[in-house]
């Protein structure tokens, strides 16, 4: 089970990364506007 | 000696009075770096980039500068669709120490600050912190300084002149320890 653990594991931080470059993009006004 | 400086639009001078367009030399000499370089300026910036060309447009300047010194003022990382821009910022420390050239490194937002200790982090100036009521409370980057405190902002959202004026009073001090004192 240690591979589905790992896919997990994988997806939540991928998911954490593309949050967090989303809050980001929303700092800056001459781009995300 | 040259400066050579880096950056987006901040450092390109977007709407300030005597910046005309965005073509070639287009760029304002009335940004915080111009004024801190002097009559011997050469601008590497332009507007809307990200980090990564930040970083490569300077390398190539600087294979046709060879004595200069360099301010960059880095950019939102999120431009380069990462969270950090650590690699760049490392790349051109490391290539700026090795070959000698006195630098000194800010950035539009404190985003971009991280807590890598391959990053020379003595060596970057950051606007003081905010004391007011919403504003930033650690040291911000030049954007984030100039909107809370309230300085004259251009149609398309660029810090205006006095900005830029006062920005260069207050980088003053560490530009010419890191960079001038070594000409």
Known sequence: MNWLKNIINRIKLEIAYRKKLKELKKRDPFIYK | ?183
């Open chain 2, 1 to 183: 000696m040259t400066i050579v400086a880096g950056g987006d639009s901040m450092i390109w001078g977007s709407e300030l009075a005597d910046s005309p367009h965005g073509g070639s030399n287009g760029y304002s000499k009335n940004t915080f770096s111009a004024l801190l370089a002097g009559d011997e300026y050469h601008c590497s910036a332009y507007p809307g980039i990200g980090n990564k060309q930040i970083y490569s447009r300077i390398r190539d300047d600087l294979t046709r500068i060879k004595r200069c010194g360099v301010i960059v003022c880095w950019t939102w990382p999120s431009r380069d669709n990462e969270i950090n821009s650590d690699k760049w910022i490392i790349a051109l420390q490391t290539y700026l120490k090795y070959h000698n050239y006195p630098y000194l490194f800010t950035c539009v937002d404190n985003c971009i600050i991280t807590d890598n200790p391959e990053i020379d982090w003595d060596s970057w100036y950051m606007f003081p912190a905010g004391q007011g009521s919403g504003q930033t409370e650690t040291p911000r980057g030049f954007y984030q300084w100039a909107v809370e405190n309230k300085y004259n902002i251009g149609l398309d959202g660029h810090p205006l002149e006095q900005a830029h004026h006062d920005a260069e009073i207050l980088i003053k001090e560490k530009f010419n320890e890191l960079v001038k004192k070594h000409y």
